[in-house]
């Protein structure tokens, strides 16, 4: 029995238990879905982790899957933009800066993973020094975290695509997006058109807010995340405070034919926190 521990919607810390066989589901999974989309390779790269660098006080999920991430491809080396200090966790963008300018001289790809948030915050502070680099063949931006953030902001992904190439020269192809919940352990990947396609582990259900009735393709509502993945804890159903269309495939020109996902926000009231949203915080007068 494996425990992980997430401040979910709930906005307090809760358990999610996982038994042996749900583990190894889950990790045979997680090949499947990474090797499809061209994530696993055998090919060293260089990790730049827009999140936690882990330590005996987080015990947030986000940070285990962040870390977990950096095996999908032999890590030779892991920089974290958040690192715990005497006052908690501090972002230090000065040292990924000077990271970039180290590795933009290497041959080994560069691999960005972390919160949307704190990478768009790297791509405008070096739009705004007037920097770019021409990162190495290979280089990928892999977000997970959820966009909640860039409504703030008003930046929509099209725009974020535009800077990443302009700071990094990474292409919006390169650009890989993650979706998922430790309630529900199955892990969305989006296809070459960025559409969080359904896979064959899950089933989502759009309801209605008020009724909780499902409701056709095409219409907004709660997104109900169902799996029988895990069975050491009750979650084969979960139903998340984040609204939601679900869209047939056939709208989708990637090739794959099960509906996709895609978030529109959030219902939750303001005292309730994510890892995300919490991440977020963090940011709140920094001057860089």
């Known amino acids: 029995m494996v425990m992980a521990t997430s401040s979910g919607t709930s906005g307090k810390m809760s358990h999610v238990r996982f038994e042996f066989g749900a583990l190894m589901a889950a990790l045979r999974m997680s090949v499947k879905v990474t090797r499809y989309h061209g994530i696993i390779t055998a090919k060293p790269c260089r990790y730049i982790v827009m999140g936690y660098k882990p330590h005996r006080s987080n015990k947030t999920a986000v ?65 705004e020094r007037g920097l770019s680099f021409k990162l190495p063949k290979g280089s990928k931006v892999m977000l997970g975290g959820g966009w ?45 058109y960025h559409h969080f396609h359904v896979p064959v582990y899950s089933k989502i259900v759009i309801r209605d807010p008020d009724t909780l009735e499902p409701l056709e393709n095409g219409r907004t509502g709660l997104v109900n995340l169902i799996s029988p993945l895990c069975t050491a804890t009750p979650i084969l159903s979960v139903m998340t405070d984040d609204l939601g269309i679900l869209h047939n495939g056939e709208e989708c020109p990637c090739g794959v034919r099960s509906p996709y996902l895609e978030i529109i926000g959030r219902v939750a009231p303001d005292d309730i926190k994510t890892c995300a949203a919490g991440a977020a915080d963090i940011l709140q007068g920094v001057k860089v």
């Open 63 to 127: 940070a285990k899957v962040a870390y977990l991430t950096t095996f999908l491809a032999p890590a030779l080396s892991r920089k974290f933009i958040l690192k715990h200090t005497a006052d908690g966790y501090k972002p230090d963008f000065e040292s990924i800066v000077n990271a970039l300018k180290k590795y933009e001289k290497g041959r080994a790809p560069v691999r960005f993973m972390g919160f949307p948030s704190y990478t768009f915050f790297l791509f405008r502070l070096l739009e």
């Open 148 to 192: 909640k953030q860039f409504y703030q902001e008003a930046v929509d992904k099209a725009t974020f695509y535009k800077l990443a190439k302009k700071t990094l020269n990474i292409d919006e192809e390169n650009i890989v997006e993650f979706f998922g919940a430790v309630e529900h352990p199955i892990l969305y990947t989006d296809c070459a």
